[in-house]
């Protein structure tokens, strides 16, 4: 595991260009560290200051400046303990991940206030980019005394199952289709941009919460702490002051009251509530916003116009294609979606929905999982005994090792099966369901966007949204994919 953050000076990179330019290299190079610091204190100490300060924000800015980094770091502490913590949102992380495994890619995905790119599993081979070792300790938290042992045939393992993706890309499968047999042990590489009031909250749930039972997790939360401390010091002291604690209170009393954990994955997405009168609360919204109406004036006035018949539609689709959208946002809906490993972040990375994502601890039902349809067609035989394989395997460390549940989450594979629920506004759904239903996505997140429109074409009083729902070919008449596209727009401006 590498982590680095780049969103500061390249002092390497400055050091190289500066030599034989300039004496004094190394002090120079401090001073400019020491200086990034204490501008971040700055801006960060001006936040807290200008609500309650006279005089403009410069004028703020130029009282900050004159603090040392101690004072504006004793200030910030202050504004913080008082629970204005959201000072801190002004600054501003970038960092390179090198070789963590996807369980880190979810959990950072989780918080809804990162942004991140990741290295696409649909378009590169995977076969040689490693894995992760855990190690493995008993149901204690006591690490094996035989755990080195156990740790090669782990290795071993995993080792076979990026053999097996390697076998059937041989055998003709495609490199997506391929990728549903890899463990979550194999390495991924991200960049993640994060302000500091989330990255705070970050190392704490990483470092001081029933996450850091996962070593991986907690490695790489210690890890962010160590940059934060030299770089970001101004959150440390909160992070300090935060108590451990270990377990979850509502896991701690759901496992006392529910006596089968065992579940079942859907077979489609379930619309599980949606705002009522889905096309009207919309189409109010606009004119309300728009004339400041109240909603009695907006509803007569609705009325009267509601007499054309292609009003409603007419003004649906001027909202959603010629305008910023907003009165989309004034409806919501919750799903349940039924999800693979392998395509959950095709989901969990449209960061404007309020997605759960699933615990990898305790383990996944290994026996649930997806079968792509070309691997069916042409490799089931294979794709199976590789599923059973890896829950005797697991089988075998879970009982006869005694491991942990926290150490084995890396038997899941990405071919695994999940329900996840996930809120969204309308103009998040129209967002998601035009790249989702496009004939150029992956297929899995294809069917889902299929399904979540399935069920928005079944809600009374939302035809106007569901037509405005997908592709911008079938909705809008152009494909924004040039010579990639698939060819379907042809068909469609051909009618």
Not at 151 to 158: D, G, I, M, N, T
Not at 249 to 262: H, Q, V, W
Not at 319 to 326: G, Q
Not at 434 to 463: F, N, P, V, Y
Request: proline share 3%; with cysteine.
């Amino acid at each position: 595991m590498r982590i680095e953050l780049i969103g500061a000076l390249d002092y390497a990179k400055l050091k190289e260009e500066l030599k034989g330019k300039v004496e004094n290299i190394d002090e120079i190079v401090e001073i400019l560290k020491n200086n990034e610091v204490e501008r971040k204190a700055e801006i960060v100490s001006t936040a807290g200051r200008l609500s309650r300060n006279p005089g403009t924000v410069f004028n703020v800015l130029g009282l900050s400046e004159s603090k040392t980094l101690d004072q504006n770091l004793s200030f910030i502490k202050r504004v913080i303990n008082m629970g204005h913590d959201s000072i801190t949102d002004h600054d501003y992380c970038v960092f390179a991940i090198e070789n963590v495994s996807p369980v880190i890619e979810q959990t950072i995905i989780a918080e809804r206030f990162s942004s991140f790119t990741i290295k696409s599993r649909r378009e590169v081979d995977f076969s040689k980019v490693g894995f992760y070792t855990p190690d493995f300790h008993d149901q204690n938290g006591n690490l094996l005394d035989n755990n080195e042992q156990i740790k090669k045939e782990y290795q071993a393992h995993e080792q076979s199952l990026f053999n097996d993706y390697e076998k059937l890309v041989s055998l003709g499968a495609t490199l997506e289709d391929a990728r549903f047999v890899l463990p979550y042990s194999y390495y991924s590489n991200i960049i993640m941009g994060v302000d500091a009031h989330t990255l705070k909250d970050m190392i704490i749930k990483y470092t001081k919460t029933k996450y850091s039972k996962i070593s991986e997790i907690r490695e790489f939360g210690e890890r962010l702490y160590e940059i934060a401390k030299e770089q970001i010091p101004f959150i440390i002291p909160v992070i300090d002051a935060t108590p451990l604690k270990l377990e979850d209170g509502t896991d701690e009393y759901l496992k006392n009251k529910i006596s089968d954990p065992t579940y079942k994955v859907l077979a489609k997405p379930k619309l599980l509530a949606s705002t009522s009168n889905v096309d009207d609360t919309i189409l109010l919204s606009a004119i309300m916003h728009r004339y400041q109406f109240s909603l009695e004036k907006a509803q007569k006035v609705y009325k009267l116009l509601c007499i054309d018949k292609d009003f409603k539609q007419e003004l649906m689709k001027k909202i959603a294609f010629e305008s910023d959208k907003l009165e989309l946002t004034q409806v919501s809906f919750e799903f349940q979606i039924p999800l693979s490993f392998a395509v959950l972040t095709h989901l969990t990375r449209h960061r404007t929905h309020h997605i759960m994502v699933p615990d990898f601890s305790p383990v996944v039902d290994l026996h649930q999982y997806k079968t792509p349809p070309k691997i069916m067609a042409s490799f089931k035989d294979i794709y199976e005994e590789i599923f059973a394989r890896n829950i005797a395997m697991y089988e075998h460390f879970k009982h006869d090792y005694q491991i942990r549940d926290e150490d084995l989450i890396y038997f899941t594979l990405s071919g695994n099966m999940v329900n996840v629920i996930t809120s969204m506004d309308g103009k998040t759904l129209e967002h998601i369901l035009r790249l989702r239903e496009c004939t150029k996505a992956q297929w899995e997140t294809r069917d889902m966007a299929s399904g979540i429109h399935q069920e928005i074409k079944g809600i009374k009083g939302a035809e106007c949204f569901s037509n405005i729902l997908g592709p911008t070919c079938e909705t809008q008449g152009f494909c924004k994919e040039g010579k990639e596209s698939c060819g379907k727009i042809l068909k469609l401006t051909k009618k």
